[in-house]
């Protein structure tokens, strides 16, 4: 390998993520575009074609006009249905395309799903089977096995472990797009109010089947840059009701320097979730939630998203300052949901790429 770029979200998910590395794909075409994701969140991609995409298991890579392979990694959770047919909604584009699933990723079925339909609703769950699942794996009985070998309507695509390794190898330009954010994992989020996996650049690389000499070159430098995603104002799932609208379920707390709001409150329209589409919950900045996960995600170029959301201009100007430190930088803005939409800072001075900045985020009001 030559290049190994990761997308991180570095908040509660649905920072755009789908957006950055599909405009990545575009114009820095990676050759490998590799997921480990679960059908529990989608990832949208607009593409400078005007072409939607919106996925949960297929990367928004797939745009790269150089792309050779697809691969989905041993950590993920693959839904089949729900594969096969993103696959035949892209199957224009991916006619030449070597599709590689790791034969240890596991199978998401209904049987999952009914398991989780009541249970989970006390801590916000989606409820698309993926825990259900991934506890079928970890339990290992031979009789029972949720594995992607095992699976006939995947058997096309579904590789050896040593193929998927050579295939990793072949690769020069590799991105990588993580799943869901930094703060719902399981081990350094607001247990139990997360998903069921760790979010985190280590844990990425791993569900990805990336070893550690795939890392580094002859001398020891790093191969990978980890490029980490966060909006302006973060969001979590929704909360639970019943028929009567009693609160039954609660999908998390927050970062004591933020607090909840309303879409209302801040003059936009209400975002529903990708694959619930219940009504989001929606929250101030937080400087403690970005520093903490740029720092342990090795973060060092940052994509804000969701700038046009912020009506004044101070407001931005700490947001800014909050994510920008001696370790990373704001290099790309987002101010709507299409390619044309992400804007490219310019390396250079602290002063002058926060004024352009500004510049972007005015013209864009």
């Known amino acids: 390998m030559d290049t190994i770029k990761m997308v991180v979200d570095l908040q509660y998910g649905s920072t755009g993520k789908g957006l950055i590395v599909g405009y990545l794909a575009e114009n820095e075409a990676p050759d490998t575009v590799i997921t480990s994701w679960a059908p529990n969140a989608g990832h949208t991609y607009i593409s400078s074609q005007g072409r939607k995409f919106i996925h949960t298991h297929l990367a928004n890579g797939i745009v790269s006009p150089y792309l050779k392979r697809v691969l989905l990694g041993p950590g993920s959770l693959i839904n089949p249905e729900q594969l096969l047919e993103e696959i035949r909604a892209c199957e224009d584009m991916l006619k030449y395309i070597e599709i590689l699933i790791h034969p240890h990723a596991a199978i998401v079925t209904q049987r999952h799903v009914d398991e989780e339909a009541g249970p989970m609703t006390k801590i916000g769950s989606t409820k698309k089977g993926v825990g259900a699942a991934m506890i079928q794996r970890i339990r290992r009985n031979p009789d029972d096995l949720n594995i992607a070998a095992n699976c006939p309507e995947l058997a096309q695509y579904v590789t050896t472990t040593m193929s998927y390794r050579a295939a990793l190898r072949e690769a020069r330009h590799v991105l990588i797009e993580g799943a869901q954010g930094y703060g719902l ?43 980490g995603t966060c909006r302006t104002y973060p969001i979590r799932v929704a909360n639970r009701y019943d028929t009567e609208g009693m609160q039954v379920g609660y999908s998390g707390p927050c970062y004591d320097d933020q607090v909840e709001t309303s879409f209302e409150d801040i003059g936009q329209q209400t975002e529903l979730t990708t694959v ?13 939630q970005i520093q903490e996960s740029i720092e342990y995600n090795g973060a060092r170029e940052v994509f804000l998203n969701f700038v046009n959301y912020v009506r004044e201009e101070r407001e931005l100007i700490g947001i800014v300052a909050a994510i920008e430190s001696d370790q990373a930088i704001v290099r790309w803005i987002g101010t709507g949901p299409t390619y044309k939409d992400v804007h490219v800072i310019d390396r250079g001075a602290r002063a002058l790429r926060l004024n352009q900045i500004i510049n972007i985020w005015k013209a864009q009001r």
């Open 185 to 227: 994992s399981m081990y350094h989020g607001f247990y139990p109010y997360t998903t069921s996996r760790d979010v985190s650049t280590w844990q990425i690389l791993a569900d990805a089947g990336i070893s550690y000499d795939m890392l580094v070159d002859k001398y020891q430098n790093t191969r990978l840059q980890v490029i």
């Open 276 to 288: 619930t589409k219940l009504p989001r919950r929606i929250f101030t900045f937080s400087g403690k």
